[in-house]
Every structure is written in structure tokens, then in C-alpha cells.
């Protein structure tokens, strides 16, 4: 199989492993391949909050608002609680993050203290 | 032709929308005024420098872009450019005022020069343009925009990101395509984010001021040195969020060899490292 | 690592799916035998070559992508790729399995090598990569895809389109994420599109036979000519819509100089020129 | 102004040039910066025809079926008259009038008949 990768040069190597951050403190996260794959359903359900009807129907029934994601049980339970490390961890991007804060009246210095807590 | 005359670099942020919307007495207390002194300082000089556009490379945060099809480098080809709402209903402001031919030859020249945009007919611009564009380029008391725009997003968001080296070229690729429009226009080219901050984690909220100011020293006078700055390393120095200066990098791109900065304006606040940053370019 | 073990061009119109859906009386019959003939031939070579991937670049025809945000390369990273509803029902196929991680490792190389591409968790894909993957991967008895693919659509539709010479490294570039993905994978890459064909004003349903030859001639032989072929060039041989050649250009690309045609078949019929090639990558 | 276009090679110039066709006969047309903008209500509308419950409304009440992408009057009456190469004219992309030819139950052969015609 040397054939094939010896076309490989060493400079393609180099710029290859160096757009993909592998050596990042353990408490620096990227939001890349493992995190938008967990996180997509989390992700397109606060995504769906930058239009007002969905707003409106989180306030009105948070319940039936999860439904329409597909989420897991454990993803449901970490909405329900605001367990925004949680979400972090299930893959949430900050920026989708920032609109459940919005609809759930939770001031971003807040969410970050968890963060800061989470160690 | 039409010419690129100048440049700007500046922070964008939600807190900055905050603070423009509660008025003047708020943004020029004390608590503001090391933020907003220097962008009226900037309006000034871009009120003197009446250029004919604006292209404002900025990043959009999941306002208009999400994960189902996640572009690397987006550019708007439209007329009007509405204010998007990013979840807390959108701010009242009028839609900006676009410029469809010239987008429409950026991406030919784009395309011509390898780089695979994708082609934007609608666009909803976010806090990553409508953040800094009022500070400088929005009448009040007309309630109306003064320059139209061409939006350039880049993605800072879901990894892998285009390297430093290729916004670098991204930028300078938009000269190109400027310098080739045949219309006479006077081009004025805008990169947004950053500068430090971290949004996740044990670090929320950490600033990283030296890197900050050593960031912009580099930007004016060694710019092709940042080009050798992986995403890592800049994640490292300025937090997860702050690889959004590649905006910049881009920016800077597109100025040419001659541009030298003007104003250089840093506030590290809570948990963000404000900075402003003009260039002029040489007639 | 993974290899690049042959490759496929294949014409795909909705025609194909009607006599594909019809059965075998109708697909090897008189009519459309002549293209038939030679799929079958292609999917026994592809039952003995066994590859564990099909990287498939096709385009896209308004089905999945719209005007809004019309991208030049996109790229799928998911483990699912549903069939899409053109305007009639989507077929009754199951989705067709992905390789996200062979996705994602894609498009890190492609970053790497300053390709922009949009990156997408969803995707439904249509008779792009829908008309001629039956053909050849599909078990009808168990009503199962056989072989997880990675779809990669190209612009052709809304001008500029990437050149043709993009597309030939594109390809290249694609070889290289496959040889540097660390799982020990086999991987067939597939083209698809053209040949000839007009669909739109006076000139619809004009198709050109030698030419179409010509072309599969030239990637045959002398692939790197085609690179400088202009799409106009393009139009003016092939049609308006037989730029989706460059499906074909980029899978060329793909296959490393050692290639060498295997079948090649050709039957121009009614409005289409149909095109068939497999491509045996030496070991 | 000569001093920043000398910075544009002639090699440069020559690959901006090739992106865009400038030289096809009359009869072959593009689909790029005029046709995109002429025709992004008409894209719009028929593009719509993916969705089963926009081919529904318009079987049900085509007038209102077409209220919804902000066409003009003379657009309207393009889609009420089944005028296909008015449509083409008024740039929707072959891609989406095939989706309109699907509601309509107009076959393709039918619309390249009146396309040939169309000189
Ligand atoms: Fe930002
Ligand atoms: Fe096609």
C-alpha cells in the first residue's frame, strides 16, 4: 500500500493534521466533527428559536415544542433543567445557545458562571 | 476601475448592539467611551473618505447558516441585505442596502481565482455585520444606511475552518476582484470579530489583552506573518471564539502592500477584547 | 490507508429512473438495451471489485439546494442521505447509507488543500446520484444499497461554475483525502452527468454524438486536455446542461494517472447523449 | 488610476474572462447573474413544488398557491397560461420548471415542442 501514500507529500501532511487542533488544552473545546454529530439535534432545536413561532411555542408548551427534533430522553431532560454544561457537553454550539437563553430568561454572564464551575 | 481606499477592523458583539441602542448616554459614559470614542472617530474619517461601498467580511453565528449546509465562505449577491433576527426578535433597523452587480463580480472573479463561494441571492446579515456598521455608517436621524454593502462570511464556527493563510488569500483575492470591476468606485473593505474571547467552558470569559494588541502590531506591520498562525495557536492565545480575527486577516488582504493603520483602539471589557482598527491606503 | 481501486462516469436523467423503475422488460428491451447492456456489465465488474466506499460527485438540480445559498462544492458528513422529492414523490428507495467519517476526514483534506466546500449533516439527493447508483449498488431482492457513499455536488447550474480545471483538481484533491484516511478502505469514485444535452430554448433536445465520444476519449487518454476546455467551449459542443462533464473530470481526477477505460459505452438517444465508463485502477 | 489595475496579471484577466461566457449564439442562454436575478420569484415559486403540500395547494387553488413568492402581475399570467417560454424568458431554470410541468401535467417532450418553436 506504499504506493499510494507515497503521493502523498509531506508539506499536503503537514497543512492536513494542521487544520484539525490536536494538542488543545483538555478545558479548550472545538466544535467539530464529534461535537456537531452529537450535537444536532440539540443544535437545530435552538436554531428553530430565531423564528418567532417557535418562540411562542416554547413559552406556550416546552413539551411539545421538544417534539419536533427527535431529541433522545437525556437530551429532553437536559432542556428541562437548563443544565447548560450539559448542553455544552451534548454539543450545543454557544451561538444556538444564546437563543435558548433568550427564550428561557437566562442572562449569558449566568450561563457563563456554570461554564466557569464546570472545572 | 473601481479602487479599494481603505479598511477597517473591528470587534463585533451583541453587547455592542446593546449599548448603541441605549443611545449616546450610554455609549459615551464612562463604562463606553473607550469603545465608542474611537468609532466616531472612524465614522469621522469614513464621512471624509465617502467611499461608494462597503465589502464587510464578517462571520455569520448560526443566524442565517446552520449545520444541513455549512459554507465555508458565503458572499451576497443581492440588493438588500435584510437585519436577521437571532432569536430575541431582529433590531429595527432598515434592511442594508446591497450592491448586486458588484457581488455578482466578486464571484466571478472569486471563482476565477479558485475559490468556491457559495452564491448568496438572500442573506440575512447578523450581529457579525450589524454589530460595528451603525458606529460608522448609519444616519440616525434619517434612520437609513449610507453605503451599500457586499457581505463575505467565512466560517469560524464548525471546524475545519479555512486556515489563516487562506482568508490571507481570500482577502486578496477580493482586491483583485475590486480592482477589476469596471466601474469607478471607491471601495473601502471591513473585517469583523474578535478579538479574544472564550464562550465555553472553565475559561468563559477569559481576555487575553497582550495577544490582543500584539494581534493588531502584526496585522499593521508584519500581516503575511500571521498566515503561519495554525487555528490552534490562535485558539490557544485568544480563546476558542477568537478565530474570528482571521476576518481581519482577510481584510487585511485586500488592502495591498501600502496600507498603513490609522487609528488603533483597544478596550478589554468583561469578557471580551474590544479593538477598532482603520487603515488608509495610499491614492 | 484507504485506496482508490477504479472509478465510474455514468450519464443520470430522470429517463433512466422511469425505465429503471419499469423493470427488466422494459430495460432490456430493444430500446434500452444499449444502455443497459453496459450497466449491468459495469455493476458485475463492481460485484467482483468489492470496494467498502463509493465517493459519488454529481450535481444537484434545484432539489436540494435553492438560489439562496447556491453552493459551488458541497460535501455530505452524514451516515444517511434520504432520497429527494423532485415534484413527484421521492422514489421508494431506502436513504442510501453515508460514511460520515470518511465525510468529515474529506473535508478536512479538502480545507487543507484551500478548497471552500459547504459541509452538510443533511442532505437529500436526487437523480444526480439516484438515476445511475441502482444500476450498479443496489440488491433489489433485498431492496438494499449495498455500498456507503460520499456525495460530493458540484455547481453547474448557476453561473460562474467552478472551471473545468477546478474540478480536475478537485479530483486530485479528493485522491488525496483518500489516501490519507487511515482505515484500510477500498473506494470506487463515481461521476456523474452530461453527456450532450439542450433542455432549454430552440435548440432543445439537440444532442451531439461525436463530440460526446470525443470526450470520453479525451478522459481516457489525455484527461488534462479537457482542463482546457472553457464552459463555454463546453455549451457550445455538448448544450447548455452538458456541463455536467465536469462530474466526470473530477472523478478522472480522482483516479491517478495509471487509469485505464474499461467499458465504455454510448447511446444517444432522443434528448440525451447516455454515457457510460469504468475506469480499473492498477493495484 | 492605472497603478492598481497594474497589480492584475494578464493571466488573472484571462481566467476572469473564460468564467463567463460572453461569445454563445443567441439561441443557447445561461443561467447566471440576469436570469438568477430576472428570475428568483418564478425560481422560488415553482422551486416550491418539492414540498407534497405545495403541490397540493396548487391543485387546490392555484391563485393562491402563487400569492406567496411576491410574483408580478405579468409573472402570474406567465404561470396561468402555461407559457413556457415566457417562463424561460423571465429565468426559471429548467431544474425548477420541470417541478411545474410535474402539477401541471404538461410532459417535458411538450415543453421542448414549444421550446424549438420559440426560434
Ligand atoms: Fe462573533
Ligand atoms: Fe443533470
Redesign the interface.
Known amino acids: 500500500?506504499t504506493s499510494?501514500?507515497d503521493?502523498?507529500t509531506a508539506d499536503?501532511?503537514q497543512?492536513?493534521a494542521?487544520?484539525?487542533?490536536?494538542?488543545?488544552?483538555a478545558?479548550?473545546?472545538?466544535?467539530?466533527?464529534d461535537t456537531?454529530?452529537r450535537g444536532?439535534r440539540l443544535?437545530?432545536a435552538a436554531?428553530s428559536?430565531?423564528?418567532?413561532e417557535q418562540?411562542e411555542l416554547f413559552a406556550a408548551d416546552e413539551e411539545r415544542w421538544m417534539e419536533q427534533f427527535g431529541l433522545t430522553g437525556e437530551e429532553r431532560d437536559l432542556l428541562r433543567r437548563r443544565d447548560w454544561i450539559g448542553l455544552?457537553r451534548g454539543g450545543m454550539?454557544?451561538?444556538?445557545m444564546?437563543?435558548?437563553s433568550?427564550?428561557t430568561g437566562t442572562p449569558l454572564p449566568e450561563?457563563?458562571k456554570q461554564?466557569?464551575?464546570?472545572? | 476601475m473601481a479602487r479599494v481606499i481603505g479598511g477597517i477592523g473591528a470587534s463585533h458583539a451583541?453587547s455592542m448592539e446593546h449599548v448603541y441602542d441605549a443611545g449616546d448616554d450610554v455609549r459615551r459614559n464612562d463604562e463606553w467611551e473607550p469603545l465608542f470614542g474611537p468609532f466616531s472617530e472612524v465614522s469621522s474619517w469614513l464621512a471624509e473618505l465617502r467611499p461608494d461601498r462597503l465589502v464587510v467580511i464578517y462571520n455569520d453565528?448560526?443566524?442565517e447558516f446552520?449545520?444541513n449546509a455549512y459554507p465555508t465562505f458565503a458572499l451576497g449577491v443581492a440588493d438588500s441585505y435584510p437585519v436577521?433576527?437571532?432569536?430575541?426578535?431582529a433590531r429595527p433597523f432598515p434592511p442594508l442596502p446591497g450592491d448586486a452587480a458588484l457581488g455578482w463580480h466578486i464571484a466571478r472573479s472569486l471563482v476565477a481565482d479558485e475559490f468556491d463561494p457559495t452564491i448568496c441571492q438572500e442573506l440575512e446579515v447578523d450581529h457579525g455585520v450589524l454589530s460595528p456598521l451603525p458606529m460608522v455608517d448609519f444616519a440616525e436621524g434619517e434612520g437609513a444606511w449610507r453605503i451599500p454593502i457586499v457581505p463575505l462570511a467565512v466560517n469560524v464556527?464548525?471546524?475545519?475552518?479555512p486556515?489563516p493563510r487562506r482568508c490571507w488569500k481570500l482577502g486578496q483575492a477580493v482586491r483583485r476582484a475590486i480592482l477589476s470591476y469596471p466601474e469607478d468606485l471607491g471601495v473601502v473593505v471591513v473585517g469583523t470579530g474578535g478579538l479574544s474571547h472564550?464562550?465555553?467552558?472553565?475559561?468563559?470569559?477569559a481576555v487575553t489583552p497582550e495577544w490582543d494588541q500584539e494581534f493588531m502590531r502584526l496585522l499593521a506591520e508584519d500581516p503575511e506573518r500571521l498566515c503561519d498562525y495554525?487555528?490552534?495557536d490562535l485558539?490557544?492565545l485568544g480563546?476558542?471564539?477568537s478565530v474570528e480575527v482571521v476576518n481581519w486577516l482577510a481584510m487585511r488582504g485586500a488592502l495591498g502592500p501600502e496600507a498603513t493603520a490609522k487609528v488603533t483602539a483597544y478596550y478589554p471589557h468583561k469578557?471580551m477584547g474590544y479593538g477598532l482598527q482603520s487603515y488608509a491606503v495610499a491614492a
Open positions: 500500500m499510494s501514500t503521493e502523498l499536503y501532511l497543512r492536513l494542521a487544520v484539525q487542533p490536536s494538542d488543545l488544552p478545558d479548550l473545546d472545538l466544535f467539530s466533527e456537531a454529530t444536532i443544535n437545530k436554531y428559536l430565531k423564528h418567532a418562540r455544552w454550539t454557544i451561538y444556538v444564546v437563543k435558548l433568550g427564550v450561563i457563563g461554564m466557569r464551575e464546570a472545572g | 451583541p453565528h448560526m443566524d446552520f449545520l436577521a433576527d437571532e432569536g430575541f426578535g464556527i464548525l471546524h475545519p475552518l486556515t472564550q464562550l465555553t467552558g472553565p475559561r468563559f470569559g495554525t487555528h490552534e485558539i490557544k480563546g476558542t471564539e469578557i
